[in-house]
């Protein structure tokens, strides 16, 4: 059974992942067709598709009676999204990776929103109420990037020839977030019980194992981005994933079912987060490059967090 559990997670992940990424994909080429700019694309269109993967696993592990899990896992994410991920990506380039100042000015305010569900979740439990404010934050915070940008970037659809790949990108969108529905719930089932298997929380399984795994589409997206040297989208889709994760989904989660969890995952993981959010943004205003010498940091940073989780979950 236990060998079972674990194919059937490396199963269940490789159908999140695959999902995500095709959602990513057509998402930004639906929305490279209504002519946004790269910044709209990258942080608002295709992190929000981004987050779909974690949007459903921890929706279906509240539904399954444990929230923790998908709190875990989305914290866990955003830990190796905004240290791991970008530490992969500038190396992957062989070069720095250039930070636009629209991305800079546009989000003075980033780490410090990444502090409310800290704030909120000091004393171990998420209610409806704070579920909503989460949300209401959230979408705001979309919805006033989206109509700054367009404001600025005029951005219109034109019905061409291109409407026939506009269809094609809405099909594979409702194609790809199939795979993602059907590879969540085994995601959670199966994670669940590895964790019993072999006696360690399910907590660290969600921030460590589905955690990473849920940055994949993140990764493959932004190394592809890259490597057109659209940095900009490469940069708009992960600081938009996070946002979301730690906003919408969280706030979403709560809504569903007001939930206790460890505070742990607050004080450790949460803390972990907001530092590494803390540390990038200061990277990057330091040259507007982020470099391979930050990149290793980066990556150090990582492999203290994933340390400190084992010691503290073991």
Request: glycine share 8%; net charge positive; aromatic share 12%.
């Amino acid at each position: 059974m236990l060998i079972n559990s674990f194919f059937i997670l490396i199963g269940a992940l490789f159908l999140v992942v695959k999902g995500a990424t095709l959602a990513t994909k057509y998402a930004a080429l639906l929305a490279k067709s209504y002519r946004l700019s790269e910044y709209t694309v990258g942080f608002i269109i295709v992190a929000i598709v981004s987050v779909l993967p974690e949007l459903f696993i921890a929706v279906n592990a509240a539904m399954s009676g444990m929230p923790s899990f998908g709190l875990g896992m989305l914290l866990g994410s955003n830990v190796a999204d905004l240290t791991l991920i970008f530490a992969l990506i500038i190396l992957f380039a062989g070069r720095g990776l250039k930070v636009e100042s629209k991305i800079l000015k546009n989000n003075a305010a980033y780490p410090f929103m990444l502090l409310l569900p800290l704030v909120l979740g000091l004393n171990g439990h998420f209610s409806r109420l704070e579920g909503l404010a989460l949300v209401l934050v959230g979408g705001v915070f979309y919805y006033l990037a989206f109509k700054h940008d367009a404001r600025h970037s005029g951005a219109r659809s034109s019905h061409d020839k291109k409407s026939g790949s506009r269809w094609k990108s809405v099909l594979m969108l409702g194609f790809s977030m199939a795979l993602l529905l059907v590879g969540a719930h085994f995601t959670v089932d199966s994670a669940i019980s590895l964790a019993g298997y072999v006696g360690i929380s399910p907590t660290l399984i969600a921030m460590l194992v589905v955690g990473l795994g849920t940055t994949m589409p993140e990764l493959f997206f932004s190394l592809e981005s890259v490597r057109e040297r659209d940095d900009a989208l490469a940069v708009g889709d992960i600081l938009g994933t996070v946002l979301a994760d730690a906003t919408i989904v969280v706030g979403l989660i709560a809504l569903i079912s007001p939930f206790s969890f460890p505070r742990d995952i607050i004080y450790v993981t949460g803390v972990f987060m907001v530092i590494a959010a803390f540390v990038l943004f200061h990277f990057m205003r330091s040259g507007r490059t982020l470099t391979k010498r930050e990149a290793w940091i980066l990556f150090t940073f990582w492999m203290v967090f994933v340390l400190v989780e084992f010691i503290v979950n073991r």
